[in-house]
């Protein structure tokens, strides 16, 4: 199986000889505290749609919804002050969230988790919403972001969120997303608001009124709830010296996404067997040229680089899949 490869701009002196597919191969079999960017491309796979490409969810939802400008406006903030641009969000999400729990982890997720039980994932920063690394037990996360009970920050960023949880505008209570309970410009009211104030009422008490719930999901124009502690997770990750950075299937358009790769790729080539990797059927943006960030550049799939480096199928024998909550 031959991957489609472009040139390698630096290469150690000890692997000179080396092919640029072994050497990714060598990388991925080897490397000790690894941080994956992952984007839509590690899904497509399972059938979910990405958002940029000329075919894919923005285009789509243009088309769809007769909408103005691009279909990333049913991402934006600013569309819950426009009841038609809510009712159309409402179903998109209801429709993703059920396309995202028919499907199964890729083989590329397979491969993460592979390494992630091996001890050799520092971090897998996803920006991707459909939550099928939780299906995985090795790459399970925390909502809110956070660490573990033994004070470890959790293996899988969720950098935009994930349809797994609905979360109150009012008290920040997370429930469970049902998509059946999504739909028109009203969104659904908090139950956790709604028992508090038949309380109050019933002590003759004023209301302090009932939140709203919304996806958990970061949208276009807003701030991240867990952004403080994803920056706290980046910065130990770079100080934990990792010695390969894979970024996957994204076209690394966020800012947000773009800093912290730009300081994971100068840690890594700070290590003398540092290597960084772009996997993707898209070229590096212009910020991040391969002469500049890049030691390995993929112009392939993402699931093609698992086939081919073969570590496997992560396989738990007692874990029931599903998504981690606090």
Excluded at 125 to 142: K, M, S
Excluded at 244 to 263: E, F, S
Aim: proline letters at 5%; aromatic letters at 6%; hydrophobic letters at 35%.
């Amino acid at each position: 199986m031959a991957l489609a490869m472009e040139t390698s701009c630096t290469a150690p002196t000890t692997t000179t000889a080396m092919s640029r597919t072994d050497r990714l191969s060598d990388v991925l079999h080897s490397s000790k505290r690894i941080v994956v960017v992952a984007g839509a491309g590690i899904s497509t796979s399972a059938g979910l749609p990405d958002f940029r490409s000329s075919d894919g969810l923005f285009q789509r939802l243009k088309t769809q919804h007769k909408i103005k400008g691009s279909g990333q406006n049913l991402f934006d903030v600013s569309l819950y002050s426009n009841d038609n641009l809510t009712s159309c969000f409402h179903d998109m999400i209801a429709e993703l969230s059920r396309q995202a729990r028919s499907a199964k982890p890729t083989e590329f997720h397979h491969m993460l988790a592979k390494i992630a039980d091996e001890g050799r994932l520092l971090r897998l920063y996803t920006q991707n919403i459909d939550g099928l690394e939780g299906a995985l037990e090795p790459l399970t996360t925390r909502t809110p972001y956070g660490k573990d009970h033994n004070g470890k920050w959790a293996k899988t960023v969720q950098v935009h969120g994930s349809l797994d949880y609905m979360v109150c505008t009012m008290c920040a209570m997370l429930t469970k997303l049902e998509p059946d309970t999504i739909s028109g410009p009203e969104a659904p009211l908090c139950k956790s608001c709604e028992a508090v104030d038949n309380v109050r009422r019933f002590e003759g008490k004023r209301s302090r009124g009932v939140g709203r719930l919304r996806p958990r999901i970061t949208l276009y124009g807003e701030r991240s709830p867990d952004e403080d502690e994803i920056t706290k997770a980046a910065g130990s990750d770079v100080r934990q010296r990792p010695d390969a950075i894979i970024v996957v299937g994204t076209t690394l358009k966020v800012p947000g996404m773009q800093t912290i790769t730009r300081n994971i790729c100068r840690a890594v080539r700070q290590q003398k067997q540092g290597v960084t990797v772009w996997i993707s059927t898209e070229p590096p943006p212009a910020g991040f040229r391969a002469q500049d960030s890049w030691d390995i550049v993929v112009r392939d799939t993402a699931d093609s680089v698992a086939r081919y480096v073969a570590l496997g199928h992560w396989i738990s024998l007692t874990h029931t899949p599903g998504p981690q909550g606090t």
